[in-house]
């Protein structure tokens, strides 16, 4: 497969198939893609977007905000009235897609043109859907995810080369912080 497409939509110039498959939550022919032979280490390029990631990227993305976190829908002063985003099988679609990619040869270490690996990418996404408490349901989802990175090599000693800053350094005081080990 080497299909790319091209601006308009500016959104998705550059990207594969399999990258719109995945960010448009299309898992299923995300699948099938692959089963065709889709380059599962393909990194966007475009003249239009200035930041360009790998497909795995853009799966652990999708497996991130697919993940059952929570959202309090109360209004100020009201008892909190927590509403799951995502179902269990929406997950479970989008890290089978996420989990394949690895399998199938994706280098967990490769950087976005920001210079971030997939276990930053992991952090960064993590971070925009952990609230206090954190859901049981999310922890789940999110140990999935990072075990996996993990078990397939994600660096997790990997330290910030514009800021010297260490992963585990980024992650202190944060809820994230308990997916990563010390």
């Known amino acids: 497969m080497r299909a790319v497409a091209k601006a308009p939509p500016k959104k998705d110039d550059g990207q594969s198939a399999l990258q719109v498959a995945i960010k448009s939550g299309n898992f299923e022919v995300a699948r099938v893609l692959m089963d065709k032979g889709a380059d599962v280490n393909f990194i966007d390029?475009?003249?239009?977007?200035?930041?360009?990631?790998?497909?795995?990227?853009d799966a652990i993305r999708a497996a991130v905000f697919s993940a059952r976190f929570g959202r309090n829908?109360?209004?100020?002063?009201?008892?909190?009235?927590?509403?799951?985003?995502?179902?269990?099988?929406?997950?479970?679609?989008?890290?089978?897609?996420?989990?394949?990619?690895?399998?199938?040869?994706?280098?967990?270490n490769a950087k976005d043109s920001a210079g971030n690996p997939a276990l930053m990418r992991a952090v960064l996404d993590a971070r925009q859907v952990l609230d206090e408490p954190v859901l049981i349901e999310l922890r789940e989802d999110l140990?999935?995810?990072?075990?996996?990175?993990?078990?397939?090599?994600?660096?997790?000693?990997?330290?910030?080369?514009?800021?010297?800053?260490?992963?585990?350094?980024?992650?202190?005081?944060?809820?994230?912080?308990?997916?990563?080990?010390?």
């Open 45 to 57: 390029s475009s003249d239009v977007n200035s930041w360009n990631v790998p497909v795995l990227h």
């Open 73 to 108: 829908m109360a209004l100020p002063g009201e008892p909190p009235d927590i509403e799951i985003m995502s179902t269990s099988e929406q997950f479970d679609s989008a890290f089978g897609v996420l989990g394949r990619i690895i399998a199938e040869g994706a280098d967990v």
């Open 143 to 182: 140990h999935r995810i990072f075990d996996l990175l993990l078990r397939a090599g994600a660096d997790k000693e990997w330290v910030n080369p514009r800021t010297g800053d260490r992963l585990v350094d980024f992650t202190e005081g944060h809820p994230v912080r308990q997916f990563l080990p010390d």
